[in-house]
C-alpha cells in the first residue's frame, strides 16, 4: 500500500492540466493560511477545500488510502499529546486558567512511583500530567494543519508528472544540471529498488535466516546487499556516460528544452485569482 | 560506391594492459551496407565500436595507431559530439541507456544538447519515432516498455542526431524472440528505406545471418575474413574454428554439400524452403515414413516427485494474473525446457517451484512438503534457484566465499564446507577464480558462479532463469553440458528459456506456457513440433524441426538427429 505513496497518477483532470508553477504557486495560499490559523473553522474550511481539489482531480481513492491512514495515525497522536501534555509541554501562559478534565499524575504523588515518577515530573516542568480541553483542542488544530500540508503536498505530487515539476524549478531558477541529476535518479529508483528485492531473495534462497534480534548478521547482510548494488549502479553509470557522450551531453552550453511548459488561458486567470486572494489573506492577516 | 568507414593499419591498447586489443585492423565498409561483425567474446569486436565512434581515444584514453576515417571525418580531429551526427552507438543493455522518464524525451535529447532550434528538434523526433515505427508510444514511460521497444526507443535517440551509419553492440542478446524479430525488421527497414548503413555486432547468429549482406570475422584483435555472407560461410571449419553458433540450417546445408545435393549454402528457413527440398528428397537413404523418432522422455517413478502443483493460483498484487490453475509434476533427474512467450507465467512458476512466491489458491509441494508452511530459506538445501542477472545475485567478496555462502547457512562444519567449496570450483571449472571478486568476472563467468553457488548446497533439482541470456556460444554451450552431466548424475533441471534451439538440443521434456496456463507438456518432439501453439505464444519453432518438415521427416530437434536418421551417420551421445 505504501509504495503507491508520493507516485504520479495519470488521470484525464483539470488539476493535471495546469502548469506547474499555478500548483506550485496555489500551495501558497493554502500553506499561508494554514501555518496562521488557529481557528478550526477556517482550518476545516481550508481542508474542504483540499479534499475538493483531491474530487476535481480524479484520483481513485486507493491511490489516496495511504496518506489516510498516516495522517490518521499522526492525528491520533497528535490528540493524545496534546491533551494530556498540553499542561506539561506548551502551557506558556500560567495566568491563563485551564478547564481539567481529569488527572493522571499529580507532581505531589512523584514519590509514590520509584525513578518514572520523578522522571515524568521532570520532563513536564513540574506540572504532572494531566487531560484538558485547551490541550484536546489544541491537539485538533495541530492535526489538521499537519494533514493539509501532507495532503497539498501529495496532491501537487501525484498530479505532476515529475518532468514537469524539474521544468518548474528550472523556469524558478534551479540550475538545469542538478535537475537533469535528479531526473536520471528518478528514472534509475525502479530499477535499483528490483535489484534489492532480487538480491535480498537470492541471500535467502540461499538459506540465509533474518533473525528476530541478531542485528550484526542482519546489518551484514545488508551491507552485502549495498554493495552489490553499488557496484552495479557504478557499471551502469559507466555505459549511461558512454551512451550520454554519444548523444552529445554537454557539447553545448546553451541545451534547449524542447517541451516547453506553456501558460493557457485557464492559468492565466488561476494565477492572477491566487494572487489577488493570497493578498486579500495578508490583509486579514495584519489588520 | 563509397566508403563510408574506413580504418587504416589501426592498433589499439587499453590503459593499463600490454596486448594490443586490435592489431592491424583494414575495414572498409560502403555506403548502404548492412554488416555484421562476429567472433568469440573478447576478440576485439566491441572495442572496434568504440573506436569508430570516437568514444576510444577521445574518452576512454588508451594507446591507439593509424587511422580512422568515417563519413570523411578523422576520428581524431573531431569531437565525439560531431561525430555522433555521423555515427550512432547503441549497446548492449538498453536499459543503462535509457536518462529520461520518457520516450518523446530520450529521443529529443540528443537534439536538444545541441541547441537545435526546437522546429527542429521536432522534425527529428517525428522522423526517428517515425522511422522506428514508435509514434503511438511517444508519451510511453521508457521503465513501462518492453524489451524490444526499450531498445528501438535507444536507436530513436541515436537517429534524432541523425546519423548515416548506425553500429549495434549486441543488441540482441538480452531480447526474446519477439524482441528479437521487432528489432531485426526495424534494422532492414532503416537500412532499406532510409539508406542508413547498419553494422551488427552479434552472435546471435541463427537469427541474424538470413539479414546481413556482408560479414567481417574478427579473432584476439585481427580480421579474419571479410566479405559477402554466402562467400564467407561457404568454408564449413571457419565457423566452428572461432567458437560460432553455427545455425542449424547452414549446418544441414554443410551436410548436402557434403554430398553433393545442394551447391549455395542456406541462412534462413526460406531461403532453405525454395533451394533444399527437391535436391535431397529422393536421395534419401531410407524412405521417410520408415524413420521413427527416438524419444527422450524418461521413465518416471510416481511415487517420489519432487515437485507437485495442485490448482496453483498465483495473482500480483497489482492485480496481473501470473498464474491459473496449474497441475504439474516434476521428477527426479528429468531435465526440463519450460518455455512461453513475455507474461506467460514461467518466472512466476519458477518462484512458486522455489518457494520464493506462494500460493493464492491452490497447493505446491516440494518433496511432499507444502511450500506455504516453509520460509525461503527451509528450501534451500533442496531447490536451487538462479535468478536471471548473475550481478544480483553474487554478494560476496570473492569467488570461494561466494560459493562457501550457501553450506555455511546449512551449518555444515569448517571442513566440510571446505571441501564442498573445493569439490563445486573444480566442477564448474573455476579453480582460477577462486580469489577474484566475481562482479570482476565476464558475464558467463558471473553465471558459472551463481550456479556454483547454488549447486554447493546439493540441491536434488536446479530451477535456472535464462541462464543462457547474454553469453556466447562456448559459455552456453558448456553451461548445458555441465547442466546434462548433473543430470545424468539425477539432479533434477529446470531452465526457463526462450532459446527453443536450447531447448531442443537438451531438454527430455518441454513446458509450453502462455498466458499462465500450461498449454503443452511432453517430450519436446511433440511440443516443440507444434508450430501453431508455438506461434500463438510467440516463439518459433526449431529450426531443426522446420528442416525436418521441409523434407517430409517427422520432426526431429537437431540436425545431427536428421542426419543419424537419414543417412545414419553422425552418433549423438
Known sequence: MFRGLFHYVDKPSYIHRLDPRVKLLLLVPILLLTMVSNNIFT????????????????????????????????????????TFFYFGFYHYYPERPLTIWFWIFRPEDAGSLPIIGPIIVGFTYGRGIVACQEGFIWGIITSTKFTITF????????????????????????????????????????????????????????????????????????????????????????????????????????????????????????????????????????? | MNNIVTTRNLWYVYTGQKEPALKNINLKINDGDFVLIAGPTGCGKSTLALCLTGLIPHVLGGEIKGKVVVDGKDTRDFEVFQLAQSIGLVFQNAENQLCSLNVEDEVAFGPENLAQPRKEIEKRVNFALHATGLHDLRHKYTSNLSGGQKHKTVIASAL??????????????????????????TLKRLNEEFGITVVL?????????????????????????????????????LGEWLGLRIPETLKLSYELIERGLLAKPAFSVEEASTSMPQMWKSKLHRPPDSISIIPREKKRNFENELIKAEGLCYVYNDGTVALRDIDLSIFPSEFVALLGGNGAGKTTLALQMAGQLKPIKGKMYIQGKDTAKLGVADLAGIVGYTFQNPDCQLFCKTVKDEIAFGPRQLGLTKEAVNDTVKYTLRTMNLEKFKDRDPHTLSRGQRMGVAVASVLAMKPKILILDEPTLGQDFNRIRSLMMLLKSLNREGLAVVTITHDVNIAAEYACRAILMDRGKIIADGDPHYVLSQENLLRSTSLEPPTAVCLSKLAGLPPMLTVSEISTAVWGVNEIQ
Not at chain 1, 66 to 71: D, G, P, Q, Y
Not at chain 1, 263 to 280: K, Q
Request: contains cysteine; aromatic residues 8%; glycine residues 4%.
Open chain 1, 151 to 287: 495532503f497539498s503536498g501529495s496532491l501537487m505530487i501525484m498530479t505532476t508528472k515529475p518532468k514537469e515539476i524539474l521544468l518548474a524549478l528550472n523556469k524558478v531558477g534551479v540550475p538545469i544540471k542538478l535537475t537533469f541529476v535528479a531526473m536520471t535518479a528518478l528514472r534509475f529508483i525502479p530499477i535499483v529498488t528490483e535489484e534489492w528485492y532480487v538480491t535480498l531473495n537470492a541471500q535467502r534462497a540461499r538459506g540465509l535466516k533474518f533473525k528476530w534480534l541478531d542485528v550484526i548478521g542482519t546489518l551484514r547482510a545488508l551491507t552485502a546487499i549495498l554493495s552489490t548494488l553499488i557496484i552495479n549502479s557504478i557499471k551502469r553509470a559507466r555505459i549511461l556516460a558512454l551512451a550520454m557522450e554519444t548523444r552529445a551531453f554537454g557539447a553545448n552550453e546553451k541545451k534547449v528544452i524542447f517541451r516547453e511548459l506553456k501558460m493557457t488561458r485557464l492559468d492565466i486567470f488561476l494565477t492572477t485569482a491566487i494572487c489577488v486572494v493570497t493578498v486579500l489573506i495578508l490583509i486579514l492577516i495584519f489588520l
Open chain 1, 43 to 82: 482550518l476545516a474550511l481550508v481542508f474542504s477545500f483540499v479534499l475538493l481539489l483531491y474530487t476535481i482531480s480524479r484520483i481513485p481513492y486507493h491511490r489516496y488510502k495511504a496518506l489516510m491512514m498516516v495522517s490518521l495515525l499522526s492525528s491520533i497522536s497528535f490528540l493524545l499529546m496534546g
Open chain 2, 160 to 185: 534524432s542526431m541523425l546519423p548515416k551509419i548506425l553500429v549495434l553492440d549486441e543488441p540482441l542478446a538480452e531480447l526474446d524472440p519477439v524482441g528479437n524479430r521487432e528489432l531485426l525488421q
Open chain 2, 201 to 237: 555486432i552479434e552472435h546471435k547468429m541463427e537469427q541474424v545471418l538470413g539479414y546481413t549482406k556482408k560479414v567481417i570475422l574478427l579473432k584476439e584483435g585481427e580480421i579474419i575474413t571479410n566479405g559477402e555472407t554466402s562467400e564467407v560461410f561457404k568454408d564449413k571449419k
